[in-house]
Nanobody, 122 residues
Framework: QEQLVESGGGLVQAGGSLTLSCAGP????????MGWFRQAPGKEREFVSA????????YYEESVKGRFTISRDNAKNTLYLQMNSLKPEDTAVYFC???????????????WGQGTQVTVSS
């Protein structure tokens, strides 16, 4: 199992934007469903977004629809999450992970990275 490496987090004011990146494992990155999850203090890890191995289908948690955009570049083994119109409730540690299934459950994902902190001030 190889860890993914997330980057791009930071402190931003409400209404601002951030783009997260996730550097994937070298092995067959393009074969995997990729997902973004987040975990706020005292809360469980929750699904944010996912993208099919070929980028032809994307999935979003209801509260981020229309604000976040997931994408991937298989040639660069990199996953992205463009986050616009950020809200204080988006504050969390954001993680990326791989899956062999089309799933929103973190139990179906692996290769978790250390995460990147996103803090949105009001």
């Amino acid at each position: 199992q190889e860890q993914l490496v997330e980057s791009g987090g930071g402190l931003v004011q409400a209404g601002g934007s951030l783009t997260l990146s996730c550097a994937g494992p070298g092995r067959a990155f393009s074969r995997y469903m990729m997902g973004w999850f987040r975990q706020a203090p005292g809360k469980e890890r929750e699904f944010v977004s996912a993208i099919l191995w070929n980028g032809k289908a994307t999935y979003y948690e209801e509260s981020v629809k229309g604000r976040f955009t997931i994408s991937r570049d298989n040639a660069k083994n990199t996953l992205y999450l463009q986050m616009n119109s950020l809200k204080p409730e988006d504050t969390a540690v954001y993680f990326c992970a791989t899956s062999r299934a089309t799933s929103r459950s973190p139990d179906d994902y692996s290769d978790w990275g250390q995460g990147t902190q996103v803090t949105v001030s009001s």
